[in-house]
């Protein structure tokens, strides 16, 4: 099946800094890619749908200036959490449609990010 | 507005016994449905979906039914097994490709 891989799976940064969180398809092209935000014991939060070559769209209450998403390549998108603070800590998991619309979501492995 | 909805946080069932998910939705454009499983710290894996032309659909232990005049689905697995355990979302879409809304999620625990 689809692979969809995303880098660092954790991450610990201090507060004010900016941290960035990458999406990989392994083996398909992704016009498209979705970002969900997951806090503890709660469900999968959509972000913003990264668009290749074209800005992204972001959710109802999502800064875009806060979450700065990157869709330069069809297997590439970034995720940069701006000037992060404690409470941008969360797992993020990205995801991409696999082959040909199939419905199918695949995700990455998510990452953990922690600000101190 | 929570257009997809799991209201059972937790379920706990034994070993080989038959575990039963339920979701429910509210937007009645939707018409695929998708079950995936998280384990902690992980992203979530796909189970097994179905369109609304359909009512059931089988695949191994895994099995999704589909009511669409209740707006209800449910994932059913038999013989649960303890490598279950997970936390179960369903999730709905207008068309299929489109983007998901997820539920809350279920946390299952088969014990040995």
């Known amino acids: 099946g689809a692979v969809v891989s995303q880098h660092p799976s954790r991450v610990i940064c201090k507060s004010g800094t900016s941290v960035k969180i990458e999406c990989r398809s392994l083996?398909?092209?992704?016009?498209?890619m979705f970002w969900y935000r997951q806090f503890p014991k709660q469900s999968l939060m959509l972000m913003a749908t990264s668009n290749e070559g074209s800005k992204a769209t972001y959710e109802q209450g999502v800064e875009k200036d806060k979450f700065l998403i990157n869709h330069a390549s069809l297997t590439l998108s970034t995720l940069t959490v701006t000037s992060a603070h404690p409470e941008d800590s969360s797992f993020y998991i990205c995801?991409?449609?696999?082959?040909?619309?199939?419905?199918?979501?695949?995700f990455g492995e998510g990452s953990r990010l922690t600000v101190l | 507005d929570q257009q997809v909805k799991q209201n059972s946080p937790s379920l706990s069932v034994q070993e080989g016994r038959i575990s039963i998910l339920n979701c429910d939705y509210t937007n009645s454009m939707f018409d695929y449905f998708l079950w995936y499983k998280k384990y902690p710290a992980e992203g979530p894996t796909f189970l097994i979906s179905?369109?609304?032309?359909?009512d059931k659909n089988e695949d191994g232990r895994f099995t999704v039914f589909l009511n669409k005049s209740a707006k209800h689905l449910s994932l059913h697995i038999v013989p649960s097994q303890p490598g279950d355990s997970a936390v179960y979302f369903c999730a709905a879409s207008a068309t299929s490709g489109s983007r998901l809304t997820f539920g809350e999620g279920t946390q299952l625990t088969v014990n040995p």
């Open positions: 179905i369109s609304s032309i359909k």
């Open positions: 083996d398909f092209q992704a016009t498209t």
């Open positions: 995801s991409a449609f696999g082959h040909a619309n199939t419905g199918e979501l695949f």
